[in-house]
C-alpha cells in the first residue's frame, strides 16, 4: 500500500499559479491516481507508477529552489545597499567630527 504524501501536495498547490495551473494540477492528478489505482490493485497498476510522483516531487524542488535563489538574490542586495549605506553614514561621521574639531580647535571626548 501506497501512501499520498500529503507534504508533497500542500506544497505544489502553493506554487500553482496562473501560468501553470493546469500543468500542475494534471501532475497532481497522475500521482493521486498513481497511488490510489495501485491501492486498489486495479489492473495493470499492481505495480506502483512512481515516475508521477517523481515528477512532482522534481517541479516542487525546482520550485522551492528558486524561491531560495530570489530570496538570496534580494537578501544579497539588501545587503550591499546596509554596507553602501553605512560607509556613506562613517564618511558623514568623520565629517563632523573634523568639523567639530575644526570649529573647536582641539578635539572633545
Known sequence: ????DENLLL???RFIDGADIHRIKGMIFNYE??????NRQWPRHESYQSHFEAALREYVFDRQ??????KNTAALKHANE?????????LKGEELAKLKVSRSGSPKK
Open 33 to 38: 491516481q498513481a497511488v490510489e489505482l495501485h
Open 82 to 90: 546596509l554596507i553602501a549605506k553605512s560607509k556613506r553614514l562613517r
Open 1 to 4: 500500500m501506497v501512501q499520498l
Open 65 to 70: 529552489m528558486w524561491e531560495l535563489e530570489n
Open 11 to 13: 506544497k505544489a498547490r
